[in-house]
């Protein structure tokens, strides 16, 4: 990639993200309306902290899922899954309290945490009102199998957290390792996300089979992307400060590549920096990883995992939600795609 | 209380407890057997954490309750009864995991604290896990009233939790509004471990209704109780320092009625040390509260509570239950007679 690139502002992804989610709009507008409701149920004296943590602009992928991985055409929007979308967001939005905390986070979506509003005390329980809540919701359903899925999924989101927080400036971290913990942490409830829409929306269960494998592949190709644009996304389109990772001494697959591929000497100076907490230099970071490619292998990763997951639907190319879920993989693509490599590399 | 009490070990409350929980001691162990055997279900990487939060010499009094509220006899030891009782204490055991790290303890039950012993973090999580597990425990059930209930009474002890944490170093406090906390907080868990007792019991629904607000008065006398023991404890004997409670800015029963019958001018040296969270001296406040007669007014309030709770069960003194759960109210008299007064009060 040329030096061009980071000056011209590249709009595909705002684009793409509009086609897919277009269709959308008036399923996020009901799970607005239904989450604002929920705050009535939280007790009078925590309801405020409630409304704050879900007036987030976040992305709202899960949701998302949920609604296309069901998706019976534009009219339909049915409540049952409105609820389902609302509990797979409340459960996100849980652990983004939760983890704020733990990274001492200021600002999350241009907003301070709620950790930095209320206090990290507070905002550890208000984190488990969020998920009592969600699997409150969850208990709504005529039969407990949705209650069943969701805390399941959520202990193992938690699993996954959890390692990942105990490996923190270690070095000693094998592919099959980081694969572990973002198929529990993120992958997880990227597939439940899946499965409880195509649950709901009535499908065959082969068809819920395997958008269920759709929803996993997905989650891990999203999270090596993000894991990508920590070291090469723009900051004010990503939304965070870049590096992040690195600074907290998290070692994922970029960084992974960049040890596999170093020279000795400069790959015993990494893990020497990584091991004693010393301050990195993103700078010479990114600067190596342009030179060994790693941005290439990384990029592979989650192509190969997108073509999984299309496999994964191609049995049931004639069903409506697999055309939609199809151009979700081509948005992350172009994501990828436009990250931005520094100049000169 | 004169001061030979001191000195002349009191053991009352031991046996008061062994007399209730001797015959609790096959159901206790069957949930232990219960609880060893939910290991498994937790992520390999996570089960050695898991198993260390499990593994407290805990008194296991909400179990107790599921137990004792739903008695049939000494020979019945349902296994979902047994199922239930793991679901109340977990949510339990995932509350104090939280609690303690937005205490900074370092010890319960003499052993290090799962935020000491893993990290603030990991133990953020651990907490999580902990109480995802029990909602998948609840989902277990034939039909969602199990994680329904369990789901709301969570979230309903995080919102006192909160509260609580929110109130710290402030005066403005009510008496309504220390209730309410403690009725949030604690009652609803006792409640609820009560109401799940009686309806796994096969009782029928007045009792069911009478038990669960005999759990909702135990459970506000108990922690009544407790925030007494902060000050009138034996540390040996409660297993914690006293006065954490002053300490943490936290104003309590006790403290409340101090406040009100103080002296104008020792009141505003109080409302100022607790405003400005000055180092407290418990030994003065003991010394207050012994000259104006806080330990009878409060220990009033606490027989107050267990009267109620006494009543919501009169019709039903037939039931194999009730007799056994009035023999909990006098334990819990007894460990109020004998908390200590201090020397020369």
């Given at each position: ?336 795609r436009n990250l931005q490599l520094p100049v000169?590399?």
């Open positions: 990639m040329s030096a061009t690139s980071i000056t011209t502002p590249n709009q595909a992804m705002p684009q793409d993200f509009a086609t897919v989610f277009a269709r959308l709009k008036p399923h996020m507008a009901a799970l607005d309306v239904f989450l604002r409701g929920q705050l009535e149920a939280f007790e009078p004296e925590i309801r405020d902290m409630a409304d704050y943590c879900i007036d987030t602009s976040g992305k709202r992928i899960r949701p998302a899922l949920v609604f296309l991985s069901g998706w019976t055409g534009d009219e339909a929007i049915p409540a049952d899954v409105v609820r389902v979308a609302a509990v797979v967001e409340l459960v996100h939005l849980a652990t983004l309290v939760h983890d704020d905390i733990m990274d001492e986070a200021d600002l999350r979506r241009s907003r301070r945490t709620a950790s930095r509003e209320y206090g990290p005390e507070a905002a550890v329980l208000l984190g488990d009102a969020l998920f009592a809540h969600a699997l409150h919701l969850a208990a709504q359903f005529p039969t407990p199998e949705i209650c069943h899925a969701v805390s399941d999924s959520t202990r193992k989101v938690c699993a996954g957290e959890i390692v990942q927080t105990l490996r923190r400036g270690t070095t000693n971290i094998t592919r099959e390792d980081y694969f572990r913990v973002i198929d529990l942490k993120t992958a997880e409830l990227f597939r439940i996300s899946c499965f409880l829409g195509g649950k709901l929306g009535g499908y065959p269960s082969e068809y819920v089979e395997a958008v269920t494998r759709f929803g996993r592949h997905l989650g891990i190709a999203y999270q090596i992307y993000d894991d990508l644009a920590d070291f090469f996304g723009q900051e004010t389109r990503i939304g965070k400060t870049l590096g992040t990772d690195l600074q907290s001494g998290k070692v994922t697959l970029p960084l992974l590549a960049l040890l596999d591929r170093l020279p000795a000497d400069d790959r015993a100076l990494l893990v020497d920096e990584i091991l004693h907490r010393r301050e990195p230099d993103l700078a010479v970071r990114i600067r190596q990883m342009g030179e060994l490619g790693i941005f290439a292998v990384v990029t592979a990763e989650v192509e190969t995992e997108l073509v999984h997951a299309e496999e994964a639907l191609a049995p049931h190319g004639a069903l409506a939600p697999t055309a939609l879920l199809k151009q979700l993989c081509d948005t992350l693509r172009n994501q990828v000169g590399v």
